[in-house]
């Protein structure tokens, strides 16, 4: 069980440019989250998935910011216009269970925005 | 508003004492609640975790304590060693529809030899 596979582990991007970052669950979960970690802010949740829809998106900025679910092995959160503010290490998280209980995370991806 | 607190912000602790780390919650529909570890450019890896039906939780040197009625429980770290420095969040959610988890902001933990 390799675990949450999140790619890349660091990107770094000039203001207002977009990101695009990926995140593999461990095979067999059926819910995917979406989380935001900063200094200021601490762990902030963004989005979830169950089975691929989306659920809750009550933490996602509503410009710029945008998650989805393709297939069961991947989901990709995907940031336009690229502000400084938005840099953060965003990690994802997987559980078996559709309650969230037991969510495994990724190492994250450290976005750093210039 | 803070939903999840957790205190002291930081603790420093010497090898083989019990480490005590504090969390308090608001929202009474919280049923359920994780202790996460995290290291320093890792993404944080589930410790233990409990239920709102149960008041005590043990694996290892690791336990939670937990009351319901005053919506608090804390993380025991017994016997703690070098390698337990990290920080650890507190973190609920309410299961089922809700199923996000709501984070506290952490405490550090550092363990002296």
């Known amino acids: 069980n390799a675990g949450v596979i999140q790619t890349p582990r660091h990107k770094v991007t000039g203001k207002g440019q977009e990101a695009t970052l990926w995140c593999e669950p461990i095979s067999g979960h059926s819910a995917v989250f979406w989380y935001r970690q900063t200094i200021v802010q601490g762990l902030e949740f963004l989005t979830y998935?169950?089975?691929?829809?989306?659920?809750?998106d009550s933490g996602m900025p509503k410009e710029r910011f945008s998650a989805q679910m393709p297939n069961q092995s991947h989901s990709t959160l995907k940031i336009q216009s690229t502000q400084p503010q938005d840099s953060a290490v965003y990690l994802c998280?997987?559980?078996?269970?559709?309650?969230?209980?037991?969510?495994?995370f990724g190492p994250g991806t450290r976005l750093t925005v210039l | 508003q803070q939903q999840v607190r957790q205190s002291p912000q930081s603790l420093t602790v010497w090898e083989g004492e019990t480490a005590i780390l504090n969390c308090s919650y608001e929202d009474s529909t919280f049923n359920y609640f994780p202790w996460y570890q995290q290291f320093p450019g890792e993404g944080p890896a589930l410790l233990i975790s409990?239920?709102?039906?149960?008041d005590k939780k043990e694996d290892g040197r690791f336990t939670i304590f937990f009351n319901k009625r005053e919506k608090k429980l804390s993380l025991h770290i017994t016997d703690s060693q070098p390698g337990d420095s990290a920080t650890y969040f507190c973190a609920a959610n309410s299961g089922g529809s809700n199923a996000k988890l709501t984070f506290g902001k952490g405490t550090k933990l550092s363990v002296k030899s």
């Open positions: 998280a997987s559980s078996f269970d559709w309650g969230g209980y037991e969510q495994y």
């Open positions: 998935f169950r089975n691929q829809a989306p659920i809750d």
């Open positions: 409990i239920s709102s039906v149960s």
